[in-house]
T-cell receptor, first 114, second 113 residues
Framework: NAGVTQTPKFRVLKTGQSMTLLCAQD?????MYWYRQDPGMGLRLIHY???????AKGEVPDGYNVSRLKKQNFLLGLESAAPSQTSVYFC?????????????FGQGTRLTVV | AQSVTQLDSQVPVFEEAPVELRCNYS??????LFWYVQYPNQGLQLLLK??????LVKGINGFEAEFNKSQTSFHLRKPSVHISDTAEYFC???????????FGAGTTVTVRA
């Protein structure tokens, strides 16, 4: 039972480069989330999705785009990476409206932009 | 929109002593409440949750939390901590209208022998 899987786990980018982070879940969850974690700031929501084909902005969406073409996958894209996007990124999924409303998290992607 | 405030950024505590981590939230609609733990270089793991019913909820590893609607609080407690409880703890809320999951800034608990 894989749960939530994030790829890659580590990445170093040069300023201006682009990349896509992949999140895959095998729990048939409707909701998926992307967060960034920075010291002293907790987890801040970047974008989230309430179902296949839908996305919504979170607290800090600028500089990121997302897509949810398949229910099990949620992609986070950086079109032109900036040093301010150096962070640890976490994906999560949940199935609201059930007794298991809690979110399940991936292990994170550590991104460094130089 | 909802928000979460964790009142302590760092909590040092001696082994076998009790610990309380404070969490307050604000929301214009009903919420579900959670505490997560993050061990170094790992993802987040659910400690406990409050959805409805009894306001005292018990979680894993001996933790418990009490939901107080009038004070909009959800404080986490453990009567006797172990070295292995050293971690960062996050309080989180989901609003029932949009299921957006918001986190507090985290509390780092350091347990010393």
């Amino acid at each position: 039972n894989a749960g939530v899987t994030q790829t890659p786990k580590f990445r170093v980018l040069k300023t201006g480069q682009s990349m896509t982070l992949l999140c895959a879940q095998d729990m048939n969850h409707e909701y998926m989330y992307w967060y960034r974690q920075d010291p002293g700031m907790g987890l801040r929501l970047i974008h989230y999705s309430v179902g296949e084909g839908t996305t919504a902005k979170g607290e800090v969406p600028d500089g990121y785009n997302v897509s949810r073409l398949k229910k099990q996958n949620f992609l986070l894209g950086l079109e032109s990476a900036a040093p301010s996007q150096t962070s640890v990124y976490f994906c999560a999924s949940s199935l609201p409206g059930t007794g298991r409303t809690e979110a399940f998290f991936g292990q994170g992607t550590r991104l460094t932009v130089v | 929109a909802q928000s979460v405030t964790q009142l302590d950024s760092q909590v040092p505590v001696f082994e076998e002593a009790p610990v309380e981590l404070r969490c307050n939230y604000s929301s214009s609609v009903s919420v579900y409440l959670f505490w997560y733990v993050q061990y170094p270089n790992q993802g987040l793991q659910l400690l406990l949750k409050y959805l409805s019913g009894s306001t005292l909820v018990k979680g894993i590893n001996g933790f418990e939390a009490e939901f107080n609607k009038s004070q909009t609080s959800f404080h986490l407690r453990k009567p006797s901590v172990h070295i292995s409880d050293t971690a960062e703890y996050f309080c989180a809320v989901i609003s029932v209208n949009d299921y957006k999951l918001s986190f507090g800034a985290g509390t780092t608990v350091t347990v010393r022998a």
